[in-house]
Each structure stands twice: as C-alpha cells, then as structure tokens.
C-alpha cells in the first residue's frame, strides 16, 4: 500500500502560479500511475490530470490544457502539479492519487480508478 502526502497549496492571486507536490512512500512509486483531482464544497471532485508510470504519458482536463503540467521525479518518489495562470475557478482541495499498474504507458482519468489517495492541500485563487 502507498501512503500519499501533498504539499504545496496557498492563497494566490488570479494569475498567479502554484507548485503541488505530492510525496510517496510505502511501495515502489514506478509500479503505479499518479493522478490530481480536484474537489470543491457540493460538488464532485473532478480530474485534472494524470500520468503513467514511465511519464511518457499524460493527460489533462480539457480547459486546463496549457496552464496545468503534471510531472514525476520517480528518484524522489514525487508527483507534481505545476499550475499557472490561476483562475478563481481554480479553487478547491487538490488531491493526489495512485493506482498500481503493470501498464507502463497507461494513465488513468477517473476518480473510480484510483485506490489511494492523500489527504489534500487547499488551493485558494482570489480575483
């Protein structure tokens, strides 16, 4: 089992940018493809990104296509969320997950996909 902790979220200006990191520990961080999802008050929590386990592959939520870049550093167990451009409905806990895989080149776009999840970090974008 991966445990899963993010890191990274504040209070930022419309415009402004955020790093998310999310850090994993307990199993092998190659053997499982990462995603962000995001959530806000009343509503379900949604994807934002993800990427397989090679990083040769990645996918994006279709309106965050050019402001979001996810990344892994599989040296530092570390999944990241470089969010620019920030907009006020950019706001909401931001969470990270994992799901093993034997699919080096797979990544996964829904929230039913994934077994572990960390504890979310708040993103708060003011206009």
């Known amino acids: 089992q991966v445990q899963l902790v993010e890191s990274g979220g504040g209070l930022v200006q419309a415009g402004g940018s955020l790093r998310l990191s999310c850090a994993a520990s307990?199993?092998?961080?190659?053997?499982?493809?990462l995603g962000w999802f995001r959530q806000v008050p009343g509503k379900e929590r949604e994807f934002v990104a993800s990427i397989s386990r090679s990083q040769d592959n990645s996918d994006y939520r279709a309106s965050l296509k050019g402001r979001f870049t996810i990344s892994r550093d599989n040296g530092k167990d570390t999944v990241y969320l470089q969010m620019n451009g920030l907009k006020p409905e950019d706001t909401g806990v931001y969470y990270c997950?994992?799901?093993?895989?034997?699919?080096?080149?797979?990544?996964?776009?829904?929230?039913?996909?994934?077994?572990?999840w960390g504890q979310g970090t708040q993103v708060t974008v003011s206009s």
């Open positions: 307990g199993r092998p961080f190659i053997d499982y493809a």
């Open positions: 997950a994992a799901k093993e895989t034997p699919y080096r080149n797979t990544y996964y776009n829904n929230v039913q996909s994934y077994p572990y």
